[in-house]
T-cell receptor, first 109, second 114 residues
Framework: DAKTTQPNSMESNEEEPVHLPCNHS???????IHWYRQLPSQGPEYVIH???SNVNNRMASLAIAEDRKSSTLILHRATLRDAAVYYC??????????FGTGTSLTVIP | SQTIHQWPATLVQPVGSPLSLECTVE??????LYWYRQAAGRGLQLLFY??????ISSEVPQNLSASRPQDRQFILSSKKLLLSDSGFYLC?????????????FGEGSWLTVV
């Protein structure tokens, strides 16, 4: 399965934007970039996904590099409820979803 | 709308005892179904996935097994639990729409083997 690399942890002040990076240098042309987040003691929840173009939804924005070897999840204004582990995964054709260890985001009041 | 439920939410089992975790999905047909495990402080490990009744793919060798007796029911079992089986078990589903589809998780089951 294609690999992603994320920082183990990040901190952000409340009300400020957060940029969570992800490297996926071995991405192939048909791989989708997905982001999920996991709140404590819960299952992961879908945040956003994209293929080539930048994507926006009510939760976040996804900025994809032109060569697609990296992407950034952008939370425009961090709240305490955004404290979670954020997973960047590559979804290849097929049925499997492989999650790494993600980035643990701490939001400081 | 689609919903996913798994149970029990928590259980404490002695080493060597059997295990059965159940998961059901409502509001969709022929979903892909998954079992994941998350050890304390670790990432999510895909254990099994299923694309249809009776079709199970195992991702890692272990003393766990999975079964799919009905379209929207997925069961995780063990005949004899080990201490290393402790963890947070998550059932999930997706629809088969290729690489753009998303996955949805249940509430999770905390298993402690003592």
């Amino acid at each position: 399965d294609a690999k992603t690399t994320q920082p183990n942890s990040m901190e952000s002040n409340e009300e400020e934007p957060v940029h969570l990076p992800c490297n996926h240098s071995t991405i192939s042309g048909t791989d989708y970039i997905h982001w999920y987040r996991q709140l404590p003691s819960q299952g992961p929840e879908y945040v956003i996904h994209g293929l080539t173009s930048n994507v926006n939804n009510r939760m976040a924005s996804l900025a994809i590099a032109e060569d697609r070897k990296s992407s950034t999840l952008i939370l425009h204004r961090a709240t305490l409820r955004d404290a979670a582990v954020y997973y960047c995964i590559l979804k290849v054709t097929g049925n499997q979803f492989y999650f790494g260890t993600g980035t643990s985001l701490t939001v400081i009041p | 709308s689609q919903t996913i439920h798994q149970w029990p939410a928590t259980l404490v089992q002695p080493v060597g005892s059997p295990l059965s975790l159940e998961c059901t999905v409502e509001g969709t047909s022929n979903p892909n179904l998954y079992w994941y495990r998350q050890a304390a402080g670790r990432g999510l490990q895909l254990l099994f996935y299923s694309v249809g009744i009776g079709q199970i793919s195992s991702e890692v060798p272990q003393n766990l097994s999975a079964s799919r007796p009905q379209d929207r029911q997925f069961i995780l079992s063990s005949k004899k639990l080990l201490l290393s089986d402790s963890g947070f078990y998550l059932c999930a589903w997706s629809v088969n729409l290729g690489a753009g589809n998303t996955i949805y998780f249940g509430e999770g089951s905390w298993l402690t083997v003592v």
